[in-house]
């Protein structure tokens, strides 16, 4: 069995990819902040919680640890956590880096040692194509007018460090994605965004690539986008 985890999926996305996660047999952890929600999310889905803050040290070492002694290795990692701030000052730039960026450091050098004992480890980062310098200078794209700096330039960190991890680990796949705007609470203010279980199947296919699947890539649902 597959084993998986997906942070910050109590909700939204993370979610709805353990939900499809499951349905295809992984045995999926819910990584979440928050206990009550996370408990609950994972007992609606039959999966497994742990409780995982990915600004926090300490935190993270401690869900690795539990899948660790529970299933001696990860197949998947899902980078899921992640806040869009909308003011722009040093203190919301400090929450952003650190959930959206420092976060996937944090748990990425924790889940190595477990993830190397896969036969076909995968590493998925939800990254955005507001983070692509081709996407927000494209006048014909959504992302040419989004106010949203600190967001922006946090997932264009995410993309980098996926990329740099794929260079650094080749036994293990690396690969960022644009799951296309949708409904969430982190888009509720601006009111778009498509149905999750949408964006969810642009996960899902990344975290299920076999062991011949690409690595270092930054795709959407129809493939590669430039950066």
């Known amino acids: 069995m597959t084993v998986t985890l ?14 499809q996660l499951r349905e295809l047999g992984h045995e999926v952890y819910i990584g979440a902040r928050d206990a009550e929600r996370g408990r609950k999310a ?23 640890a539990t899948i660790d002694a529970a299933e001696g290795r990860l197949d998947v990692l899902v980078h899921n956590a992640g806040v869009l701030e909308t003011a722009l000052d040093g203190p919301a730039a400090l929450r952003s880096f650190d959930t959206n960026a420092v976060g996937i450091v944090r748990v990425t050098q924790a889940a ?16 955005s194509s507001a983070g692509s310098f081709w996407a927000v200078n ?3 794209r959504a992302e040419f007018g989004l106010p949203l700096a600190l967001y922006s330039a946090s997932k264009s960190a995410a993309t980098m460090l996926t990329v740099h991890y794929a260079k650094s680990q080749p036994g ?3 690969n960022a994605l644009e799951p296309g705007t949708t409904a969430t609470d982190m888009t509720a203010a601006f009111g778009i965004g498509r149905p999750v279980e949408e964006s969810a199947r ?26």
């Open 42 to 64: 994972a007992a609606e889905l039959g999966a497994r919680f742990v409780q995982l803050d990915v600004t926090d040290d300490a935190s993270v070492s401690s869900a690795l």
């Open 172 to 174: 293990i796949k690396f």
């Open 6 to 19: 997906i942070t910050g999926a109590n909700k939204g996305i993370g979610y709805e990819t353990a939900r």
């Open 138 to 140: 494209n006048p014909e």
């Open 202 to 227: 642009v996960v899902v296919r990344l975290a299920t690539l076999d062991a011949t699947g690409p690595t270092g890539t930054f795709q959407d649902e129809a493939g590669h986008l430039p950066w």
């Open 112 to 127: 190595l040692p477990l993830l190397r004992r896969s036969p076909n480890a995968n590493v998925v980062t939800i990254s």
